[in-house]
């Protein structure tokens, strides 16, 4: 499935600022290991050191957050997906 | 700020652009208005961009000298259509940060609300306030159809006041105006050196409650102080220029999009603000607690959100024509479940810096602490972790305590540290950790990084802090890097500092909250569309960048050497060995020495360049 995956400036800046990409993949795992792929330097945002989504990010899919165990929820054709980090200061 | 006349429509080259300043001369009670040239895009975008190329221009050697001036300064963006475009930049040399040589720093401290909206709709950019005032003043600005005016008005009605008190009774005599005022702190201002400026919010002068935005960091309440002056009026009706089609998509994006996901509340999608903080810290064990030094146990979770929700209502709210909401302002659960009574305003920062960092984790003792730092004017971030010094060192020395004695969790005698300061009555704690841990020669628990006391992220996880030109957190982002990308290499570290953490002060110069989380595309986007400067994206990154390494040059020439650029020892020394981390601790001496060498290799040639 095609899904488009957006982007805070934390991420958008590490790759020339494209905050928005398309990938591919059958859930949401899927899609942000295609995504981590297509752009290595995203890779440990993106990636905990097991290999599974980093617990420090905050994964949305169609605008609700997913819990950890929803990681592996199904995505549909145009389905939007937002990873943000949890950590924010001010 | 205008472009010269007759020399085209945009702004594309700097020096056509003019900046409408005020000169105040306070001692002679002297206002003026001069239109500046911009001398490049750093000048033409404002904030600390324009402020620092001024302050540069000054030889201070003592901040509360008549030479350091303190500089009123707004973005480009400010008071423009684009949504969080309204922040206040207070500049001036420090009399909180200094170098090893005691010379004071130049600093910058930026807060929102509606005060920096109101000044450039009044047509100006800028005010440049010299000298000390004889009595205590108010700086009244005024809009009209001729251009601005400014007045020198008696402020003595005013002294003693909190903040919003003040502000209260400045709406009450000035109905369509805006306002930066200080509180009981600066008026002590030479007991007080990280005093701080309340600036006015649409909600607070509705509600009446004590809803400020603060220019907190760096003691710039403190300059104001020895100023004599009291409160800046600016006052105007609101002028809103036409929204461009461009801007509608920006504030949408900015009001709904990932950048800002952060800082909304959960019903509008977001994960609830900086409160939200605690959890995903706390998985690491990276909060502060008992003066930056994790316990591993639970008290960290009794502040957490969910935790202080089933007695007190928590509202998101915002400032003026904010669609964030990122203020989580805690009112009154009544016993019928109704809103009651404001209390405080939680963010991470002070409510870490007030609870968990120096042992108090009630939530009905700590709102109290925050509130009350907020009425006295009070920087909460120098202020909470100076006082967690003290607790510490009464800890390490119960025989011998200093001040009230008190220690960790004592609530009732923080309140009375927290009261003695901002009245001016104890110095100890006012004049700052450096100071403080100086004059008692135990320095390595001294929260403080080149003068300026650490915000609520462990220095064991951020070797950038030393790099920070201001706030030690909004001038370098890499008080998360460890947490998010868990690399703990020199080579990582030097890129996080020398490409990517400093880039963090664009919106210190363009007027924006850094809650928005514009993207560098968008920001161009919004410069061009909302102002007719055309630059892109890589134009921005540059100027942006001469402006940070600008500030390090400052900092030199201040007398700050490669020594000053340091951790507190205990980071080296007396790791705590609660971080979760696999190579923890990975911030040793050789480590830092061998970072240190690579980012000034990078740092010295462009310092060099300029």
Redesign the interface.
Known sequence: MSVRIRLPALFADRIDGASTVKVQGQTVTDALKALAKLHPALRTLILGREGGVNPMMAVFLNNRQLGSNQLKSQVKSDDEIEIVPAIEGG | MRRESGVGTTFNDPTTALYNRCTVDLENKIASFDEIRCQNLEDLLGGFGRSFQFLATRNVTDAFSDDNPLVVDTGILTGSNVMTGLRTYFSAYSPLKVSGQGLPAAMWSAGSGKFGSKLRWAGVDEILIEGKASQPTLLVIRGSERGPTAALEPADHLLGLDCYKKILMLHGEYPDGHFAVIGPAGEHYQNCYFAAVALSTENLLRSGDDKCRWAGRGGMGTVMGSKNLIGIVAECPDRFAKLAPEIRALNREIAT???S???RD?NK?G?GG?W??Y???D?LSFVPQLNFRPQCDDRTRRMYRTAVEPDFVIKAESCFRCGIN?HKNVYERRSDGSVGSFRAKF???PINLLSTNIGVDDPHKVWPLVALVDRMGMDAISLGTTIAYVLDYNERHPRAPMLNGARFGDADRIVELIEWTGAGRCPDVGRGVKRLSDSLDETSYAMQVKGLEL?A?LPDTNPGYPWAVAGG??SMAT??SL?????TSVDYWTKAITE?GL?YVRDDLLGLC??A??????AAEALKSEIGLDIG?DELLTAVRRSFVRALWLERKQGYVRSDYTLPAQVFDHPNSNLKL?SHPFITRQFFDELSKRVWQVFDEEIEAL
């Not at chain 2, 947490?483 to 690399?487: E, Q, R, S, W």
């Not at chain 2, 989380?517 to 968008?522: L, Q």
């Open positions: 999009g990932p950048g996901r952060k800082f959960a999608g994960l900086t939200s903080n959890e995903p810290l998985v990122c963010d991470y920062e915000p992220y957190h909004m008080y998360m947490a998010l990308d868990g690399d990517r880039y850094k809650f989380g514009v993207n560098m595309e968008n994206k696999e």
